[in-house]
């Protein structure tokens, strides 16, 4: 873990930890939003890039307890988990939710914890 992010190294390929993410999320009860490839986007204006997914989900009471708080924190949401070639190696992260209270005035570090309890549950039980 590198301040607010979360990472983890799984020994899978890079498809099967991304499908291992879905269930896991799925698992959670959270919902997943879009999943967007980001190396085939780059790749199709011409850059060429490691495998790249970046996964939306969101809880919906999470959601509503923050932006119930501050409405400014939608630009937080929904949460993102991003799967990854890195070095190499394959990579499950995700910003810390636990951010926002530096961010947001009147979101405090209670309003997040839950979520990032089981954010941090959801890429552990992917790897």
């Not at 999470?62 to 993102?80: N, Q, T």
Request: aromatic share 8%.
């Amino acid at each position: 873990m590198i301040g607010k992010l979360y990472s983890i190294e799984t020994k899978k390929s890079f498809k099967d930890a991304v499908v291992s993410v879905l269930k896991s999320v799925e698992k959670q009860g959270w919902a997943v939003f879009s999943v967007y490839d980001l190396s085939e986007r780059l790749s199709a204006k011409g850059f060429s890039h490691p495998p790249l997914k970046i996964i939306e989900i969101c809880s919906g009471k999470h959601a509503s307890r923050v932006l119930g708080k501050d409405a400014f924190a939608s630009i937080c949401l929904p949460c993102r988990i991003n799967v990854a070639q890195v070095d190499g190696k394959i990579r499950i992260f995700s910003m810390l939710p636990s951010i926002m209270p530096e961010l947001f005035e009147n979101v405090q570090i209670e309003d997040v914890s839950e979520a990032e309890k089981e954010l941090k549950e959801m890429i552990d039980n992917s790897k």
